[in-house]
């Protein structure tokens, strides 16, 4: 009976252990939330009218110059003290290629991309990305700066089958 009761206590800290580290594990990650399609809410085209707010970057495969292939657009507000930053993410400079990349994202995917809130772990909003297809990876990385990894890229030729 006392192996019984010691093994169960064993137990029951292993799991309070795991449930822990997980816990703690969370704090060091973002998510995205999907912003609803309406009339009350954000839309890809009041973030392109509002362009000059925001630091805006594409994630483009291509290592090149220009923006070949864009998988995704990330938007930083300029009017907060949080911090989006990535390595494959490259400074969008003016409106009209904003507003062409927006179009080319469903090309280059074969996806119809989504607007998304960028949230740390305690809620707090760090910006906003567009994009079509896979999993994104947010990191927090020192006080209000989060690493958004690279995007992925959909199979070669795309197909609408996630």
Same mark, same amino acid.
């Given at each position: 009976?006392?192996?019984?009761?010691?093994?169960?206590?064993?137990?029951?800290? %292993?799991?309070?252990?795991?449930?822990? =580290?997980?816990?703690?594990?969370?704090?060091?990650? =973002?998510? %995205?939330?999907?912003?609803?399609?309406?009339?009350?809410?954000?839309?890809?085209?009041?973030?392109?009218?509002?362009?000059?707010? +925001?630091?805006?970057?594409?994630?483009?495969? /291509?290592?090149?110059?220009?923006?070949?292939?864009?998988?995704?657009?990330?938007?930083?507000?300029?009017?907060?003290?949080?911090?989006?930053?990535?390595?494959?993410?490259?400074?969008?400079?003016?409106?009209?290629? %904003?507003?062409?990349?927006?179009?080319?994202?469903?090309?280059?995917?074969?996806? &119809?991309?989504? %607007?998304?809130?960028?949230?740390?772990?305690?809620?707090?909003? +760090?910006?906003?990305?567009? /994009?079509?297809?896979?999993?994104?990876?947010?990191?927090?990385? =020192? &006080?209000?700066?989060?690493?958004?990894?690279?995007?992925? &890229?959909?199979?070669?030729?795309?197909?609408?089958?996630?």
């Amino acid at each position: 009976m006392k192996t019984i009761k010691k093994s169960i206590s064993l137990s029951v800290l %292993l799991i309070a252990l795991i449930v822990s =580290g997980c816990v703690s594990w969370q704090k060091n990650y =973002g998510r %995205l939330k999907t912003i609803p399609n309406g009339q009350k809410h954000l839309t890809i085209q009041n973030l392109i009218d509002n362009w000059d707010k +925001y630091h805006i970057y594409s994630s483009d495969p /291509y290592a090149g110059p220009g923006f070949r292939s864009p998988l995704g657009i990330m938007f930083d507000p300029k009017n907060n003290d949080t911090m989006l930053v990535g390595d494959r993410w490259k400074k969008v400079n003016d409106q009209k290629t %904003l507003t062409d990349m927006t179009k080319r994202i469903s090309l280059v995917t074969q996806h &119809e991309p989504w %607007l998304n809130e960028i949230l740390g772990a305690d809620g707090l909003l +760090y910006g906003y990305l567009y /994009y079509s297809y896979g999993v994104v990876t947010l990191k927090v990385v =020192g &006080e209000k700066k989060m690493y958004i990894f690279n995007l992925e &890229e959909p199979p070669y030729g795309g197909s609408n089958d996630d």
